[in-house]
């Protein structure tokens, strides 16, 4: 190792690791990590299946990952120690292994859709939204071997599609992903004497609010014995405003999802559920059997839903529309001025004058060194991309008859640019816009396939396809950040996901299995699944044979046009810094409230209230500690969800419940009561 060097270089990180020896790829994935992060991805997988069930907003558990992989192997190795049993010392790049290998089976029941496009292809999705008389190659049921083949079929494409690029992105850009950046600096912090002591208190925290959470939803469940019973029910702003959906939940899960949001996203869904629950559907409710039928089912897209559904489904594709080429502008000016600079700094060495010492700091030189030390061939993943993507264009058609080869092989032929534009974009300013690219894939394929071929179920196929890859090239291009920060091996980062695909491929669609009963047998009850009507809606306007509601199409373009000007003015106040940028909501976070309940969002806006008043009294320890938090309030809620619906599924009814009514509505009660009681004695 070189002398400490130049002072202006600033605190170095590695020169803090630079006693301890770099162990080889093959020591950093260990068997203990892989065991580790079989348990820790069975539980994450667990907490996230309940959340694209019920909400579809899911949060980055990055770190949380990180956390209990530190926790649970620094937990084993100083049980060996106590035991007096020798072993390897645990490292940070071991940590960082098991981080990758649990966020990759973890991320996958979003990327998966198990929430989104798997579960739109099922006749209940189907009856929900009523799409008309969708049946046979319009539906198809998730059955276990089929997800199996399915997943192992696609999932493994897209770590290939992205790794020739890695160096481009890492060494050459030097693209940020702030989420793998700030993975790396927590993993680097813990593996230090006062990071050692900061990550036992996160865990203590995490530990207790994960508790905490499960042992309240328990306690909350033994009052809701009856319909619209239990504390959770409680009329917080008046019971007119409680029927509307308009009431503080406290649930753990949404309260911390509120926590990790952004503030704007929050209060962005809770502006979009006053605007729709408070004023819109009250409205288009009084035009029934005007607008649209009066005996249609409430979850109908040719009644009311329709209005919320496609109407969601304008403000997102005005969006998405819009970031991609705002992004795809940004990515042309960024390379043009890398481009640039690269340029410049050749014309600076070749100048005799030029003192081209200290370029780049020493841990980005020892980063690099490594990093580049033991890549992986591009010819291995271009080949591997040819080999997976053949396989999967023969196979795929007999698994859904509904998609033939050429529509697989004409997937896998634009995939990898979408994949490079989303990771480009993750990498400059972490937006994954793999969700838009999926609707305009179901869009295209829907109407390419038509109706009397499958096109509903062929779309959301093709539109797995395309999601896997681009979602999975940009979390792994997130993950070579984090290991690059971390000086841990690509080829460790490479198997170590390799290992967590794998165990996603077989532990989602077993967790998902179980879901999906309960979600069979009581729908509504439990499961919300606002991403899954959106993605089959998008499927079935597609093919080009849906029936809406009157003025539902024009609504549905003017959110188009108000999502445009709203993202316009938004990137215009950011350009020109006007103070009201700050004030300007999201469009996605208000579409999305048009299909949840407002005590969603409220729930939400709470988690930031709490962590707003903590970073006033404490910002140090709202920032280190309050993602801890956030992530034991969620995965405590969700180990109660299976319970819960095993619960529901069975009738097992609680002992009590507690219900709120009005004053003339409780008299009448008492006077019931008055006569019925005394015949009962």
């Given amino acids: 190792m070189e002398s400490i060097g130049d002072p202006r270089e600033g605190p170095s990180t590695e020169r803090a690791f630079e006693d301890q020896p770099l162990p080889p790829w093959t020591q950093q994935v260990t068997l203990r990590a892989v065991v580790a992060s079989l348990a820790l991805g069975m539980v994450f997988s667990g907490v996230m299946m309940n959340l694209v069930f019920t909400s579809g907003i899911i949060p980055t558990l990055n770190i949380s990952a990180g956390l209990l992989g530190f926790f649970l192997l620094r937990a084993w190795t100083r049980l060996l120690d106590q035991l007096g049993v020798s072993y390897s010392p645990f490292t940070r790049h071991e940590n960082a292994v098991v981080q990758t290998c649990v966020v990759a089976c973890a991320s996958m029941t979003y990327s998966g859709g198990f929430g989104s496009y798997l579960l739109a292809m099922d006749h209940r999705t189907a009856e929900k939204i009523n799409t008309g008389d969708f049946v046979g190659k319009n539906v198809s049921e998730p059955t276990f071997p089929r997800m199996?083949?399915?997943?192992?079929?696609?999932?493994?494409?897209?770590?290939?599609?992205?790794?020739?690029?890695?160096?481009?992105?890492?060494?050459?850009?030097?693209?940020?992903?702030?989420?793998?950046?700030?993975?790396?600096?927590?993993?680097?912090?813990?593996?230090?004497?006062?990071?050692?002591?900061?990550?036992?208190?996160?865990?203590?925290l995490m530990i207790r609010s994960c508790l905490g959470s499960l042992f309240m939803s328990i306690f909350q469940w033994f009052y809701t014995g009856g319909p619209h019973c239990g504390l959770t029910a409680f009329p917080s702003f008046g019971l007119q405003a409680f029927n509307r959906g308009f009431y503080i939940n406290l649930n753990g899960t949404y309260v911390g999802v509120g926590m990790i949001s952004p503030y704007l996203i929050n209060i962005s869904m809770l502006v979009g559920a006053i605007i729709s629950w408070g004023f819109m559907w009250p409205y288009i409710e009084t035009k029934k059997g005007s607008w649209y039928a009066a005996d249609l089912q409430e979850s109908s897209l040719r009644g009311i839903n329709g209005y919320k559904v496609f109407g969601a489904i304008g403000m997102i594709l005005g969006d998405g529309i819009f970031q991609l080429v705002v992004i795809l502008v940004k990515t042309l000016q960024t390379m043009r001025n890398h481009q640039r600079e690269a340029a410049?700094?050749?014309?600076?060495?070749?100048?005799?004058?030029?003192?081209?010492?200290?370029?780049?700091?020493?841990?980005?030189?020892?980063?690099?060194?490594?990093?580049?030390?033991?890549?992986?061939?591009?010819?291995?993943?271009?080949?591997?991309?040819?080999?997976?993507?053949?396989?999967?264009?023969?196979?795929?058609?007999?698994?859904?008859?509904?998609?033939?080869?050429?529509?697989?092989?004409?997937?896998?032929?634009?995939?990898?640019?979408?994949?490079?534009?989303?990771?480009?974009?993750?990498?400059?300013?972490?937006?994954?816009?793999?969700?838009?690219?999926?609707?305009?894939?179901?869009?295209?394929?829907?109407?390419?396939?038509?109706?009397?071929?499958?096109?509903?179920?062929?779309?959301?196929?093709?539109?797995?396809?395309?999601?896997?890859?681009?979602?999975?090239?940009?979390?792994?291009?997130?993950?070579?950040?984090?290991?690059?920060?971390?000086?841990?091996?690509?080829?460790?980062?490479?198997?170590?996901?390799?290992?967590?695909?794998?165990?996603?491929?077989?532990?989602?669609?077993?967790?998902?299995?179980?879901?999906?009963?309960?979600?069979?047998?009581?729908?509504?009850?439990?499961?919300?699944?606002?991403?899954?009507?959106?993605?089959?809606?998008?499927?079935?306007?597609?093919?080009?044979?849906?029936?809406?509601?009157?003025?539902?199409?024009?609504?549905s373009v003017s959110f188009f046009a108000l999502a445009l000007v709203v993202c316009a003015l938004r990137k215009v106040a950011a350009h020109c810094r006007w103070r009201a940028q700050h004030y300007i909501p999201s469009v996605t976070g208000m579409a999305m409230s048009f299909l949840l309940v407002p005590a969603v969002a409220i729930d939400m806006c709470v988690g930031s209230l709490i962590l707003y008043l903590w970073a006033r009294?404490?910002?140090?320890?709202?920032?280190?500690?309050?993602?801890?938090?956030?992530?034991?309030?969620?995965?405590?809620?969700?180990?109660?969800?299976?319970?819960?619906?095993?619960?529901?599924?069975?009738?097992?009814?609680?002992?009590?419940?507690?219900?709120?009514?009005?004053?003339?509505?409780?008299?009448?009660?008492?006077?019931?009561?008055?006569?019925?009681?005394?015949?009962?004695?």
């Fill in 148 to 204: 199996m083949a399915y997943y192992f079929l696609v999932s493994f494409v897209g770590l290939l599609a992205i790794v020739p690029m890695r160096k481009t992105m890492i060494i050459r850009h030097r693209l940020t992903f702030p989420s793998g950046s700030a993975t790396a600096h927590l993993i680097n912090s813990f593996h230090t004497p006062n990071g050692a002591m900061q990550a036992k208190k996160q865990v203590s």
């Fill in 344 to 555: 410049e700094t050749l014309r600076s060495f070749s100048d005799v004058d030029a003192i081209p010492r200290n370029v780049l700091s020493f841990d980005d030189r020892r980063r690099t060194q490594v990093f580049l030390r033991e890549h992986i061939p591009s010819t291995f993943a271009v080949c591997g991309y040819a080999v997976l993507a053949s396989l999967s264009t023969v196979a795929i058609p007999h698994i859904y008859s509904q998609v033939r080869y050429y529509h697989v092989a004409t997937a896998y032929l634009f995939a990898p640019l979408l994949a490079f534009c989303n990771a480009y974009g993750t990498g400059v300013a972490e937006t994954n816009f793999s969700a838009q690219y999926n609707k305009l894939v179901i869009l295209l394929f829907a109407s390419w396939i038509g109706i009397k071929n499958g096109g509903v179920v062929g779309s959301l196929v093709i539109c797995g396809i395309v999601s896997s890859i681009v979602s999975t090239a940009s979390d792994f291009m997130s993950d070579f950040k984090t290991g690059y920060l971390t000086l841990t091996s690509p080829r460790a980062l490479f198997v170590s996901q390799v290992v967590g695909t794998g165990l996603g491929c077989i532990i989602n669609p077993a967790i998902f299995t179980v879901f999906h009963h309960f979600y069979e047998d009581m729908g509504n009850k439990i499961y919300q699944v606002p991403l899954a009507k959106i993605y089959r809606a998008i499927a079935v306007l597609g093919v080009g044979d849906l029936e809406l509601p009157k003025h539902c199409l024009a609504m």
């Fill in 617 to 681: 009294t404490d910002k140090d320890g709202a920032q280190v500690f309050g993602p801890v938090l956030a992530s034991g309030l969620i995965c405590g809620d969700g180990l109660f969800s299976i319970p819960y619906a095993l619960l529901a599924r069975y009738d097992v009814t609680p002992p009590i419940c507690i219900r709120f009514v009005a004053r003339d509505q409780n008299e009448k009660l008492d006077a019931y009561l008055a006569t019925v009681l005394p015949k009962s004695r």
